[in-house]
């Protein structure tokens, strides 16, 4: 019995010192079945398993990552991503957990690790920031902004640039993918494909090139205007020819025309002030305003902002027109189609001539027709009389024609077939009276009147007669084409001199100097 004893005392003396040795060793060294990344750490102490990781991870950021557009490799390395190791702790965490406990139970675990090794993921992160650098200078060359359609007007014909796609890359969805990519880890070099998104320009080439029929055309004559007034109608008018409206959006006539200075093309012109003609920069705009309105009311435009001239003008009858101030009295018009409208503008000889350009969808059998209605005349009265002693006794020189008062409005009338279907009253204006001014000699002699050169005989003029007072003869003529001519075209007549010196077609820019008829 003492024997049997004695040798259970030296197992258990043998079991005791084995799991002592075995302890004794974990805590030296990590014992075998530890790996990390597919790193064997076994027989390492922590530092040298640490920096073998460490080794790794620095020889996974050498590899190359090549970021895939549109079949075109841009390549880099993982460290210039910001490639790193982010989870730092979990070398110490699994020498814990495997370490943890008393020596049986630590013993165990070694003995579990032999026949069933583990293996810690590491994890990985990537600078977003130098992602973002990356891209957008590496990679700007490959991204392609789209490109709109462009189409102009010449010899009668539309020409028309066709529009291209643009390629853009997703950010976001492009440094989701190098990381989903970078996170399991880089044994070799990897390829990943940037999130693409193609765009489309505004203006198509199939929307430009639906452009084709004449929605609305008005010309005026500005044969009384002289070189100055002429130059501004020329210069004007070419800032808008050649705009497109795309569906919904607005013109300016004061935004595409201005500033209005000698820089800009324009000249000093006559220009309603204060109930008064005076040279202004720009003198004369107005009327590429009324007959840009013109046009655009026989096109059927939304009329976003239009506004009569404080006196009648001479180049159409009233409530036909519109005025331009800054951005007080302006003209704006809106496409209401589903398709883009071409606005054509410019003079030719003495006349000035809008044509809006588009896709026709209004009825073949529905015409329209605008008519001007004076509904009361106010005359300004007697002339107003100043002495200027440099004048010979008795002589009698106009500084300023007379313009009778108005109140008018404009109808809008829809044919079906011939028939009437539709009136409508678009607005009411008011042009103020104003009195003709004269400048006589000191004595009162019998009268001798001088006219200046260029100024036409004293007098008022009559807006719905034409009196010989005016100075600007109105010929303008309005010539829609298609299903959309008019049964009763306007046909504006003379109503007042436009300007005391020559015709201009007056505004009234009280504050904004170069606004003018």
């Known amino acids: 019995m003492k024997g049997k004893w004695w040798m259970g005392k030296v197992c258990t003396m043998a079991v005791g010192l084995t799991l002592f040795l075995a302890a004794d060793v974990w805590a030296e060294t990590i014992p075998k079945g530890i790996h990390i990344e597919g790193q064997d750490l076994s027989g390492m102490d922590t530092e040298e398993a640490k920096q073998k990781i460490e080794t790794y991870v620095s020889d996974m950021s050498k590899q190359s990552v090549a970021l895939e557009v549109a079949d075109t490799k841009v390549e880099t390395t993982a460290s210039q991503l910001g490639f790193s190791w ?10 814990a957990e ?5 020596i049986i139970e630590r013993y165990l675990k070694q003995k579990d690790l032999e026949n069933n090794p583990v293996d810690v993921e590491l994890e990985f992160k990537i600078d977003g920031a130098a992602v973002s650098r990356f891209v957008e200078t590496e990679c700007q060359p490959l991204i392609k902004e789209a490109v709109d359609a462009t189409i102009v007007r010449e010899n009668g014909q539309f020409i028309v640039t066709p529009s291209q796609n643009g390629v853009a890359i997703d950010l976001e ?17 990897v390829v990943v494909k940037a999130a693409v998104t193609e765009s489309e320009p505004v203006k198509t080439t199939e929307l430009l090139s639906s452009i084709q029929d004449v929605l609305g055309t008005f010309s005026t004559d500005f044969s009384s205007s002289g070189a100055a007034r002429s130059k501004n109608l020329q210069v004007g008018s070419g800032k808008i020819n050649g705009s497109v409206l795309m569906p919904g959006e607005t013109l300016s006539g004061y935004e595409c025309m201005h500033p209005f200075t000698k820089a800009n093309g324009y000249a000093a012109a006559g220009s309603y002030e204060n ?14 305003a009324t007959t840009l309105y013109n046009a655009a009311l026989l096109a059927e435009m939304e009329i976003t902002q239009r506004q009569n001239h404080s006196m009648i003008v001479s ?14 009295k302006d003209i704006k018009i809106t496409n209401p189609y589903d398709t883009p409208v071409y606005i054509e503008a410019g003079t030719s000889g003495r006349t000035l001539t809008f044509t809006i350009y588009g896709k026709e969808s209004r009825p073949s059998n529905r015409t329209i027709k605008y008519v001007s209605e004076t509904l009361s005349v106010i005359d300004p009265g007697e002339p107003i009389t100043k002495v200027d002693p440099s004048l010979q006794p008795g002589a009698r020189v106009r500084v300023q024609s007379g313009h009778r008062g108005i109140r008018s409005r404009l109808w809008k009338y829809v044919y079906i077939d011939g028939v009437e279907t539709e009136k409508t009253i678009l607005h009411t204006d008011t042009y103020n009276a104003s009195k003709a001014i004269y400048r006589v000699g000191p004595e ?7 006219i200046l050169p260029g100024v036409p005989d004293p007098g008022v003029t009559d807006p719905n007669a034409g009196g010989t007072g005016a100075t600007e003869p109105a010929q303008p003529t309005t010539q829609p084409s298609g299903p959309m001519a008019p049964t009763a075209p306007v046909q504006p007549t003379p109503t007042a001199p436009a300007e005391s010196t020559g015709g201009a077609g007056p505004v009234q820019p009280s504050d904004n100097p170069g606004a003018g008829a």
């Not at 495997?98 to 008393?102: H, L």
């Not at 969805?173 to 996170?183: D, Y």
């Not at 109930?275 to 590429?288: F, M």
């Open 173 to 189: 969805a492009t440094i989701k993918e190098l990381k989903e990519a970078l996170s399991a880890g880089l044994d070799e070099p």
């Open 444 to 450: 009162a002699l019998p009268p001798t009147e001088a």
């Open 98 to 102: 495997y370490g943890s406990g008393n």
């Open 275 to 288: 109930g008064q003609v005076v040279d202004s920069i720009g003198g004369g705009v107005c009327q590429i």
């Open 315 to 328: 180049y159409v009858k009233p409530s036909n027109d519109a005025a331009i101030a800054g951005t007080y």
């Open 86 to 95: 982010e989870n730092t702790g979990v070398l110490e965490d699994t020498i």
